[in-house]
């Protein structure tokens, strides 16, 4: 287990910076301005309920610092209940296409709809 002020502060008395937003996690944070901002995310009970995990992580991949961290509470069973999918995505097929280079377990492991 990591302790998340030990590794943020380690160095430093200061008070590292958290921010919280309502809304949609990939409207709010899915812009340049928040590239390699961060050095760590937390996700409590959020990750297993996207409609993308794919994306999801993709973004907070980009958010993150070099050696950033994100930091999961709860469940990973993804059980959003629509498709995993854009709204541009016409089919699955799309979403497949899109996703190719993705191990083809994880396509089918993911229930799409």
């Not at 996207?50 to 950033?68: D, W, Y």
């Not at 993804?78 to 016409?90: E, I, L, N, Q």
Request: hydrophobic share 40%; aromatic share 12%.
């Amino acid at each position: 287990d990591v302790d998340p002020w030990k590794v943020l502060c380690s160095d430093s008395n200061q008070t590292p910076e958290f921010t919280m937003a309502a809304g949609e996690f990939m409207a709010i944070y899915n812009h340049p301005r928040e590239a390699a901002q961060w050095d760590c995310v937390a996700a409590c009970f959020f990750l297993d309920a996207v409609p993308s995990v794919v994306e999801c992580l993709q973004l907070i991949h980009r958010m993150l610092k070099p050696n950033g961290i994100l930091v999961n509470f709860g469940p990973l069973l993804f059980h959003w209940s629509g498709p995993a999918m854009r709204p541009d995505d016409k089919s699955r097929e799309d979403y497949h296409t899109r996703y190719s280079h993705l191990d083809e377990r994880y396509l089918s492991s993911i229930d799409l709809c």
